[in-house]
C-alpha cells in the first residue's frame, strides 16, 4: 500500500482514538476544550487581540469575539485598552482565569499519568516518541507554509 493510502486509512483512526484520549485526560473540566484552547492561546502569549486570537485559533473573528464575550462573562478575562495604541483592545486573563489554568493542567497531567498507567513502560516510551516525531515532522509543514 503506498503511504498516501496508508495515510488516509490511519488518519481517521488516529483522530478517533486522540478524541478518546482528550476526552479522557479532561474528564470533569467544566469548560469546552475551544474555551481551554482559548485561555491558554492568551495566557501563553500574555495578552492578544481579538484579530490575533482568532488567527491562532484558526477561527471567523465573529466566534473568537463569542467565546471571549463568554469567557469575560465568567470572569475569566478581561479586555483593556493597550497603552500604545489606544483603538486596540487588549484581551487578558484575569486572576480567576489564571488560577483556572493552574488548576485544570494540574487535573491534565493527573489525566495523563492515569492514561500512561495504563501502558506498559516500553509503551509509554513508544507513546511519547511517537507523539513528539509527530510534533516534529508537522512542525515542519508549519515552517514550509511561512
Known sequence: MERIERIAVIYPQLI???????????EGM???YNQYKTLLTI??????????LARELEVAMSSA????DRLVGQGLLHREQDAGNRRQVVIRLTGQ?????????????????????????????ELVRSFETIARIL????????
Do not use: F, P, T, W
Not at 43 to 52: H, I
Not at 139 to 146: R, V, Y
Open 16 to 26: 478517533g482514538k486522540m478524541g478518546r484520549l482528550r476526552a479522557l485526560v479532561h
Open 30 to 32: 467544566d469548560l469546552s
Open 43 to 52: 495566557a501563553d502569549r500574555e495578552g492578544c487581540s481579538l484579530g490575533d
Open 65 to 68: 469575539s463569542q467565546m471571549v
Open 97 to 125: 482565569g489564571q488560577s483556572l489554568i493552574e488548576e485544570l493542567q494540574r487535573g491534565i497531567l493527573k489525566g495523563y499519568q492515569q492514561v500512561m498507567n495504563r501502558l506498559g513502560e516500553q509503551d509509554q516510551e
Open 139 to 146: 512542525g515542519k509543514l508549519d515552517a514550509s507554509e511561512g
